[in-house]
C-alpha cells in the first residue's frame, strides 16, 4: 500500500487549517486507509478513517502555536506535514454605542482580542435565538458590526435588551459575560412626544414633556425653530412618559418646538412659544 499523503485540513465550521482546542478536524488526501494516528504538533491522537480512504478525522487536543500535522499508516508517515494553526480565545472588552434604534441600528464597535479572524458576530437574548449581524474585521482587536433590526416593543419598557456572541476560529465569546452586567446592546423605541405642560415659557421657566419611550442612558431636550440649530433644555426624567425640561435662554420670540433626542434617534416636534424675559 502507497504511503498516506494529506492534502487539506479542515478544522470546525471554519474549513480551513485554523481552530482551537476540542474542535472536528477532517484531514483528506489519499491513501488513507488504515492509518490510524493522528499526529499534531507533539501530540498523537486517534484518528477514524473514512471507508473512502479519503479523509480521517479527529479531535484537535491542546496545544498552541504552529504546528505540523501528519499521519501515520501501515506504510509509513504521511510527508511533508501540513500546518495547523491554534487561535487564542477571543476576548470582548467593550461595545460602542451601547445601544440603537431598534428599526435602524447604529455601527457598533467591538473593542478586544485576538478578533482577526472573526466568523460570526450575533445579537440576542440568548445564544440559541441569536440573530446574524454585518460585520468587518477591522484588525485583531477591533470589529464592526450592524446590529439586525428588530420590532418595536410598542410599550413599557420600549428596550431590549441583548447579549453579543462573537465567533472566530479560536472559538466564541458572549459580551458581557457577566449576567449582572448590563446588555451588550440595547434596542430602543423612538421618543414620542404627546404635549408640552405649559406650551409657552420664559428662560429659567420649567415645562412638562409627556409622551412614551423617555428611555436610554442618552436624553436631549432641543429647543429650535428647526432641528439644524437647537438650543438644548437640562432633562430631569421624571419617567419613561414624562420629562422635566428647564427652558434655556437665548431662543426666538417667534413659535419654536421642542424635540427629545435618545439613543433611538429624535422624537417628533412639538410647538413650543418662548416668552422673552421681562426687561
Not at 474549513?15 to 494516528?37: E, K, S
Not at 511533508?80 to 464597535?109: C, D, E, N, Q, R
Not at 436624553?219 to 438650543?231: C, L, R
Request: proline letters at 11%.
Amino acid at each position: 500500500m502507497p504511503q498516506p499523503v494529506i492534502t487539506s485540513l479542515e478544522a470546525g465550521e471554519n474549513g480551513n487549517n485554523q481552530g482551537h482546542f476540542g474542535q472536528t478536524l477532517v484531514i483528506r488526501g489519499t491513501d488513507l486507509a488504515g492509518a490510524t494516528q493522528v499526529h499534531i504538533g507533539g501530540r498523537t491522537v486517534v484518528g477514524t478513517v473514512d471507508p473512502s480512504g479519503t479523509f480521517i478525522t479527529c479531535l484537535v487536543p491542546v496545544g498552541a502555536g504552529i504546528v505540523n500535522v501528519s499521519v501515520t499508516g501501515p506504510d509509513g508517515t504521511s510527508a511533508p506535514p501540513l500546518p495547523f494553526y491554534y487561535i487564542a480565545a477571543p476576548v470582548v472588552l467593550s461595545v460602542a454605542p451601547v445601544g440603537g434604534s431598534a428599526t435602524a441600528p447604529p455601527v457598533i464597535t467591538l473593542l478586544g482580542q485576538n478578533l482577526l479572524t472573526v466568523r460570526h458576530v450575533r445579537i440576542g437574548p440568548t445564544e440559541e435565538d441569536a440573530t446574524e449581524a454585518r460585520f468587518t474585521s477591522v484588525s485583531n482587536t477591533e470589529v464592526t458590526a450592524i446590529p439586525p433590526a428588530v420590532p418595536l416593543m410598542g410599550g413599557p419598557p420600549w428596550t431590549q435588551l441583548e447579549n453579543v456572541y462573537t465567533t472566530t476560529a479560536g472559538g466564541e465569546v458572549v459580551f458581557p459575560a457577566t449576567p449582572t452586567l448590563p446588555a451588550g446592546f440595547t434596542y430602543y423605541d423612538a421618543p414620542v412626544i404627546t404635549s408640552l405642560v405649559p406650551s409657552s415659557g420664559i428662560p429659567g421657566s420649567q415645562i412638562l414633556v409627556n409622551g412614551t419611550a423617555f428611555v436610554s442612558p442618552l436624553i436631549v431636550a432641543h429647543f429650535s425653530e428647526d432641528s439644524t440649530t437647537p438650543i438644548p433644555g437640562t432633562v430631569v426624567v421624571n419617567s419613561s412618559a414624562q420629562l422635566l425640561v428647564t427652558v434655556p435662554p437665548g431662543l426666538s420670540t417667534d413659535s419654536t418646538f421642542v424635540r427629545i433626542i435618545t439613543l433611538a434617534g429624535q422624537s417628533n416636534a412639538m410647538r413650543f412659544t418662548y416668552i422673552p424675559p421681562p426687561t
